[in-house]
Every structure is written in structure tokens, then in C-alpha cells.
């Protein structure tokens, strides 16, 4: 049996692998998934266009599905405001400095 593929995706049941292969006598299969179930194509044009309608419904070729890279969220510590210690015209000066949106 020689392998033709391997897609595999992660869903809420679990990882579902699936192997596309071609059996020695020449047949064309598709087995595996979470539920295990087979599949037989007619020709290698039907498995390969099968495979390829997969890949754009989120199955990715391997063993294991590449995790999508999740953005951290980070909770800021919201800082309380704290007072200047420096002269009001100091401040004032110093708020003059700040780059302004033109």
C-alpha cells in the first residue's frame, strides 16, 4: 500500500487524520478521521480533487494540524493616576513638549 497523503485537522471531537492511499491492486482509498470510516475513489483524479476540496476546508497535510498562533492577551494593570510633584508651570511646559496628531 503506498501512501498518497496525509491530512489531518483539529476539531472539537478530537484530531481527525485521515490517510489517502493506493492499495497494491490499484485501488484508491481514504480511511480514518475521529468517527473511523473509509472511503474509495474511483480514480486518483477523484482522490486528489477530494484531498485538495479538504485542504481548503481547513485540513492540513501531516500527521498533526499546525496550531494557529493565538494572540496573547495581556491584562494591563490599570495605574492609578498619580500626582506631579513638579511646579504647575514645570508641567506645563513639559505638556507643551508632547508630540501632537496633525
Known amino acids: 500500500m503506498q501512501v498518497l497523503a496525509v491530512l489531518s485537522k483539529s476539531t472539537k471531537q478530537g484530531t481527525s487524520v485521515f490517510h489517502f492511499v493506493e492499495t497494491p491492486d490499484g485501488q484508491f482509498w481514504?480511511?480514518?478521521g475521529v468517527a473511523p470510516k473509509a472511503m474509495r475513489f474511483n480514480s486518483r483524479k477523484e482522490l486528489d480533487k477530494c484531498v485538495m476540496t479538504w485542504v481548503n476546508y481547513g485540513f492540513s497535510f501531516g500527521m498533526v494540524p499546525t496550531k494557529k498562533a493565538h494572540t496573547l492577551k495581556v491584562k494591563r494593570p490599570q495605574l492609578d493616576k498619580q500626582e506631579s510633584q513638579?511646579?504647575?508651570d514645570l508641567q506645563m511646559?513639559?505638556?507643551a513638549l508632547q508630540p501632537t496628531c496633525a
Open 30 to 32: 481514504a480511511f480514518g
Open 93 to 95: 511646559d513639559l505638556w
Open 86 to 88: 513638579l511646579p504647575a
